[in-house]
């Protein structure tokens, strides 16, 4: 931690804490307490206007995701989804985090107009109701393996007055589904409120370090720059060496949301 909360200071990085979203943790409320706390001791220097009392700044957290889905026509399933959702946003309020990344739970490739319908009008009433009560917190859904943009897309849409909600682009989930980078970029960019990012072999979800793949970085930098998107974008890669490696690849390439040098 303290290599990493040096890195972050050196590159002027926040962190996405995703230690929260596992069922054993969001249980044991002394293992969240044990996991705040080792925290805090790393990010109280943080003096950012505005930050919370507990120092987390700017920080984001990846929500419960696993087996979560709002839509489920099953009320015990519907249910348990809905609670470990409201978990994540109480443990991101009471952090005083900035805001909480969770997954479409949308079954990639099924594409049955009722089914859609119901994932997004669920969602839609779901998601509205957590927005209102949770007004200090930003709610970002993100695309995992979905194979399409529109779909998520067309939920964005109907919630694009809720100010606190917006969709979170996982490059790599979108480059390993059937439609390109443009078109994943183009069709969100109205919606896009924070970004992931990690390198792949254009087949499996890996998490290599940015650069260390087969994805065109260039194209990416480009697209969001010409579609005008400013968000946050997490490197989410595993270990110190790996974000070391992805920062520096970004900086000396001038990936967004680094500075070009041409631009200097």
């Known amino acids: 931690m303290e290599r ?19 069922a054993k943790v969001m249980d044991d409320s002394a293992e969240q307490e044990r996991i705040i706390a080792d925290y805090r001791k790393y990010r109280d220097g943080c003096s950012e206007k505005g930050s919370m009392e507990n120092g987390f700044c700017g920080d984001t957290m990846h929500g419960a995701f696993l087996d979560v889905t709002i839509h489920s026509d099953d009320p015990l399933i519907r249910d348990a989804s809905m609670l470990r959702v409201r978990q994540s946003m109480e443990l991101a309020k009471n952090m005083g985090l900035k805001g909480v990344v969770f997954h479409t739970g949308r079954l990639g490739g099924f594409r049955a107009a009722g089914y859609l319908r119901n994932w997004r009008d669920r969602n839609e009433a779901f998601f509205t109701e957590i927005a209102h009560q949770y007004p200090g917190q930003q709610i970002y859904m993100e695309n995992m393996f979905d194979e399409v943009p529109d779909i998520l897309a067309g939920l964005a849409e109907k919630m694009r007055d809720i100010k606190n909600f917006g969709v979170c682009l996982d490059y790599a989930h979108a480059m390993l589904s059937k439609c390109t980078g443009r078109e994943w970029i183009e069709t969100l960019a109205p919606y896009i409120r924070h970004i992931h990012i990690n390198d792949n072999d254009l087949q499996n979800d890996l998490h290599l370090a940015v650069g260390a793949g087969k994805l065109d970085w260039q194209e990416f930098d480009r697209l969001i720059r010409q579609c005008g998107i400013e968000a946050p974008v997490l490197v989410e890669v595993n270990g110190y060496a790996a974000q070391k490696e992805s920062l520096q690849y970004m900086k000396s390439n001038g990936i967004y949301p680094m500075e070009r040098e041409r631009d200097k």
């Open 4 to 22: 990493m909360c040096g890195l972050a200071a050196a590159y002027g990085c926040a962190f996405e804490y995703n230690d929260f979203y596992m």
